[in-house]
């Protein structure tokens, strides 16, 4: 296993970790390695929020103390949905807000994936041990790891969920 696919790993159980403590619902994680060596990776959760986004590069503080390729992809998705939260903002005011709305949720989503460290881990492990399938994109082969299911839930089910106010939080059998 390279460094870089496991870095991604962490990534993506971390967006999962969160959103799971936040009552959302994930679907699946992938990660996927190219044949050129490039690797990335993606978590489905039923409904997006910015919250969500910062999970990965909370992930990596937490058990790299440091962010890699990857969190420009979320702070660019973290952005993009709060300028279409508040259309009537001016630019100024926009971006205060959002780096204000981001270091929170950054913060929110460090504490989560501190309390449930052993599960990050256990979770980014087990994904790169789920099942692998080839598949073409863009004329690139790319070798998927995609855990989901019944292997998901049983490891998200040990998080803590945190409570959100007005928010109803499901629950996964």
Known sequence: MSEKLWRVAVHEAGHAIVARALGEMVLCCLVGESIDGSVGGETNTFEKSPKYYCGGMAAELVLFDSVGAGFHKDLGDHLESFRLSVRSMDTKNLVIQWQSGFRLDLQKAKDILL????????????????????????????????????????????????SVPGQTIPTIL
């Not at 881990?121 to 998927?144: C, F, Q, S, T, W």
């Open 115 to 162: 309390r449930e460290e052993d599960v990050l881990r256990e979770l980014a492990e087990a994904l790169l041990e789920a099942p692998r399938e080839m598949k073409i994109g863009d004329g690139i082969e790319v070798e998927h790891r995609v855990l989901e299911g019944d292997a998901l839930q049983t490891i998200l089910n040990r998080v803590a969920l945190t």
